[in-house]
């Protein structure tokens, strides 16, 4: 029985969770979250000597 309530617990909180993250604006600063880190993350490879 509390396997069953957890499971519905963590069902209910993806939903929510699916249902924040499906929103443009969230999508939208997601991608750029991203493409900053991804740019970081070249320029410092970049950047980096041997």
Not at 24 to 33: E, H, N, T
């Amino acid at each position: 029985m509390l396997s069953l309530a957890y499971l519905l617990v963590l069902v209910a909180a993806l939903d929510r969770a699916r249902d924040l993250l499906s929103r443009r604006r969230v999508r939208r600063s997601l991608d750029g979250l991203t493409g900053v880190a991804l740019l970081g993350f070249g320029a410092r490879l970049a950047t980096e000597r041997t």
